[in-house]
């Protein structure tokens, strides 16, 4: 059983266009996670949620939208596309808050976004 | 600001060779560490994390860290690689900012040479 997954695993499309990558977790936890890889491998966190709220909103552009319909799906929304939009995007989901800053968090494959 | 910085952007050994790979961290309170560890095409896997209970931690696949508190480091080494350590390593360091927030190093790529 995948612990968390991510759909699609490849997308391509053209710049200005809208697209969504969908997250689900079957551990049962209570926080999930967006991460941006960018070309160098630079991981960088970009949302976080804890049982549908939102937690962590680092300086993105507001054309990215999580959305969480519940605890076990967080999915991220993008509007009008960009070139340096390209990047493998990861969802992680970790145990919640009362673990700390010691849990683990768990990711999944990653979505490689190609905008054309 | 906490912030963990890696040492070498490509390390490569021979198989059999020891593994080492640097990660410094910058905290002005007591860091919690972690080693990730991501495959080709794969997402991140848990290597082993630095909780303070012990400052040699072991990990998965024989990995181990000794968090060094006087020399702010917390690297990674395995006493023979095999060919399938080769992967991109990552230190992090975990911060509470309403959640648990993972800064992480620029990464290190290891090649393991047969």
């Known amino acids: 059983d995948t612990a968390v997954s991510q759909t699609p695993k490849y997308l391509v499309t053209q710049m200005g266009n809208d697209k969504s990558i969908k997250c689900e977790q079957n551990?049962?936890?209570?926080?999930m996670y967006w991460y941006k890889q960018d070309s160098k491998k630079f991981l960088k966190i970009m949302f976080s949620?804890?049982?549908?709220?939102?937690?962590i909103n680092e300086t993105v552009p507001n054309r990215f939208s999580p959305k969480s319909p519940d605890k076990a799906h967080l999915n991220l929304h993008i509007n009008s596309l960009e070139l340096g939009d390209s990047a493998v995007y990861f969802c992680?989901?970790?145990?919640?808050?009362?673990?700390?800053?010691?849990?683990?968090?768990?990711f999944g494959p990653g979505t490689r976004l190609l905008v054309l | 600001a906490q912030s963990v910085t890696q040492l070498g952007s490509h390390v490569s050994v021979s198989e059999g060779a020891l593994v080492l790979l640097r990660c410094n961290y910058s905290s002005s309170v007591p860091p919690y560490l972690f080693w990730y560890v991501q495959y080709p095409n794969q997402g991140l896997q848990l290597l082993l994390k630095?909780?303070?209970?012990?400052?040699l931690v072991k990990g998965i696949n024989g990995f181990e860290a000794e968090f060094k508190k006087s020399e702010t480091s917390f690297h990674l080494t395995k006493p023979s690689a095999h060919m399938s350590d080769a992967a991109e390593y990552f230190c992090?360091?975990?911060?509470?900012?309403?959640?648990?927030?993972?800064?992480f190093g620029q990464g290190t790529r290891l090649t393991i040479n047969p």
């Open positions: 992680a989901s970790s145990q919640g808050l009362a673990g700390g800053p010691v849990e683990t968090q768990y």
């Open positions: 949620y804890n049982n549908k709220e939102l937690i």
């Open positions: 551990l049962g936890h209570d926080t």
């Open positions: 992090a360091v975990s911060l509470i900012q309403g959640a648990q927030k993972l800064v």
């Open positions: 630095y909780t303070s209970a012990a400052t």
